[in-house]
């Protein structure tokens, strides 16, 4: 089974500039998260999806950042603009949504903003 | 609400000594339990979960937990560590649909 899928791995942007993240879960997995994981720190939710409904987006900094999950399967997160203290690893996650269900994490995407 | 508290950010200790790691949880409605592993520049696996029935849940890698429902906790063993344990431990609450994560574990093993 192919896991969850992330691009790019690393990514080094200006302060100010735009980026984006994608995401493509595991077949069938009807839950998709975006974690953001500051060094030293755990993940803190950003965004759930179910589907490609919105149930949690209430940590994500809406003046900068948005998600989407068109068709309920990939998703993209951007950033824009970027802030220094956006410097983290971004997890993007899946699982098939049910409460007992575990989530299955992406490798994730290392940003740096200088 | 529910929360996750990792009181060991780092813990070191030498190969094929045990280990425990420790994690407290509060929460008003049932929960299920995690703990994750993250080895460097990946992403988290997981190690093993509780859900329902038995307390004392094994999971892979040898790592096993206990959940005490009175205490709130779900502490991680091992009882011989190898070098390659060495990484970052994350314990999870999930209650209604969203995951909490501690803030981690270091576990170092030393050679």
């Known amino acids: 089974e192919a896991g969850v899928a992330q691009s790019p791995r690393y990514k080094i942007i200006e302060k100010r500039q735009s980026v984006a993240f994608w995401c493509n879960p595991i077949?069938?997995?009807?839950?998709l998260y975006w974690y953001q994981q500051i060094l030293g720190q755990g993940p803190k939710l950003l965004i759930q999806?179910?589907?490609?409904?919105?149930?949690?987006d209430s940590q994500l900094p809406k003046d900068r950042f948005s998600a989407e999950r068109l068709k309920g399967v990939d998703s993209t997160l951007k950033i824009q603009p970027a802030k220094l203290e956006d410097s983290a690893v971004y997890l993007c996650?899946?699982?098939?949504?049910?409460?007992?269900?575990?989530?299955?994490f992406g490798q994730g995407t290392r940003l740096t903003v200088v | 609400a529910q929360s996750v508290t990792q009181l060991d950010s780092q813990v070191p200790v030498f190969e094929e000594a045990p280990v425990e790691l420790r994690c407290n949880y509060s929460?008003?409605?049932?929960?299920?339990l995690f703990w994750y592993v993250q080895y460097p520049n990946q992403g988290l696996q997981l190690l093993l979960k509780?859900?329902?029935?038995?307390?004392l849940v094994k999971g892979i890698n040898g790592f096993e937990a206990e959940f005490n429902k009175s205490q709130t906790s779900f502490h991680l063993r091992k009882p011989s560590v190898h070098i390659s344990d060495t990484a970052e431990y994350f314990c999870?609450?999930?209650?209604?649909?969203?995951?909490?994560f501690g803030t981690g574990t270091r576990l170092k093993v030393l050679a």
């Open positions: 929460s008003s409605v049932s929960v299920y």
């Open positions: 996650a899946s699982s098939l949504g049910r409460q007992i269900s575990e989530a299955f």
């Open positions: 999870a609450v999930k209650g209604t649909y969203k995951y909490i």
């Open positions: 509780y859900l329902s029935g038995s307390t």
């Open positions: 077949s069938g997995h009807a839950t």
């Open positions: 999806f179910q589907n490609n409904g919105v149930v949690d």
